[in-house]
């Protein structure tokens, strides 16, 4: 009896623990299942967080990058005065990118005229005139003048005044008309009913000339810097005059608002031997560069130097800048 009351109460002991076990069991896997997820969202929080970082460090550097060109936009030009509609001019500068016509869409845009400047980049440069870039006044066209622009024809059809930029060389054999680039030479009628303006322009120098195109100043001053000798051609006996590019594009100005319609000289007068100005250049750059001298070029002009009465009388215009600006920097 008492062994059968004694089995009945462990096996009750024994259910209650059971039960007891089973639910700390239940209870103990629901928590580790629970502990699970918990764990599970939290490393999907992380990775999710560590993603958003790598983003962000890939996405910063860009909007860095957006920041800067926005401020490019905005970016600021040279002055520009402000014209009224009536005395605003809409002009078409062929070879605007090249050594004197972008110094000429430079004058131009800052006294507040519209500019289109049509250039091959044959011998321009476009960032010659990239600071104009964007600015509602000026427009950039890339195109070979040696293909028919019909600029007389729009000139006629708009009333348009035609600058056409002639060399100095037409003292010499042909007469040559280029326009403010050296390709699209031709010979030259105006056409009728079309009001031109010639310049005829002497030896030129400034910031923004070609480094290679083989003339006297380049030469001399890129042989100077690399310390090569400054080839004379000839005795350099002969000589030139040369004018400051600010210059020839304040006298090219003038000649456009005057009534001259014949051709009208603009250089400056002031003369040197080649060798002198190898020797000014030399001494200016401070090199120790030798002077030599070379056989003499074919058909070489002796001496040139304008005669700029003209211009003076008819256009109230003179060179201001003399021979000692020749380090001058843009
Ligand atoms: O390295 C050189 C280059 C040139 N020279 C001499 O320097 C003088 C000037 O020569 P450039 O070539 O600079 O210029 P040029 O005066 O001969 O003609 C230039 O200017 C006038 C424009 O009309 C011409 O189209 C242009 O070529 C010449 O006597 C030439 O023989 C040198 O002694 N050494």
């Avoid at 096996?11 to 209870?27: G, P, Q, T, Y």
């Avoid at 929080?45 to 060109?69: A, F, H, Y």
């Avoid at 250089?267 to 002198?276: D, R």
Wanted: proline fraction near 4%; avoid cysteine.
């Amino acid at each position: 009896m008492v062994s059968k009351a004694l089995l009945r109460l462990v096996s009750a002991i024994n259910r209650r623990r059971m039960k007891l076990l089973l639910v700390i069991a239940v209870v103990a896997y629901v928590a580790s299942v629970w502990g699970n997820l918990v764990n599970m969202r939290s490393i999907q929080e992380n990775g999710e967080l560590k993603i958003e970082s790598k983003i962000e460090e890939i996405v910063e550097p860009l909007r860095e990058k957006i920041r800067d060109l926005e401020k490019s936009f905005t970016q600021k030009y040279p002055p520009v005065k402000f014209l009224s509609e009536k005395d605003r001019k809409r002009i078409l500068i062929t070879g605007g990118a090249g050594f004197v016509g972008s110094h000429l869409t430079d004058k131009l845009m800052m006294d507040g005229h519209e500019v289109t400047v049509v250039d091959n980049f044959f011998t321009g440069r476009k960032r010659n005139v990239e600071h104009w870039i964007g600015h509602e006044n000026f427009e950039l066209i890339n195109h070979d003048v040696v293909e028919p622009l019909y600029i007389e024809g729009l000139a006629k059809r708009v009333g348009a005044r035609l600058l056409l930029a002639s060399t100095s060389e037409v003292y010499g054999d042909s007469f040559l008309v280029v326009g403010l680039s050296t390709v699209g030479q031709a010979l030259y009628h105006a056409p009728e009913g079309v009001e031109v303006r010639v310049a005829r322009i002497f030896n030129t120098f400034g910031p923004r000339m070609h480094m290679n195109d083989g003339r006297v100043v380049s030469n001399f001053i890129l042989q100077a810097l690399q310390g090569e000798p400054l080839t004379v051609y000839g005795s350099g006996s002969q000589t030139r005059a040369f004018q400051y590019v600010s210059d020839l594009v304040n006298g090219l100005v003038a000649l456009m608002n005057s009534n001259v319609s014949s051709p009208v000289n603009l250089g400056n007068p002031e003369e040197h031997t080649i060798l002198e100005f190898a020797q000014l250049i030399k001494n200016l750059v401070g090199s120790g560069s030798e002077i030599q001298f070379l056989s003499e070029a074919q058909d070489d002009p002796q001496k040139r130097k304008p005669d700029i009465k003209k211009a003076k009388l008819m256009l109230g215009w003179e060179p201001v800048t003399s021979h000692s600006v020749f380090g001058h920097q843009d």
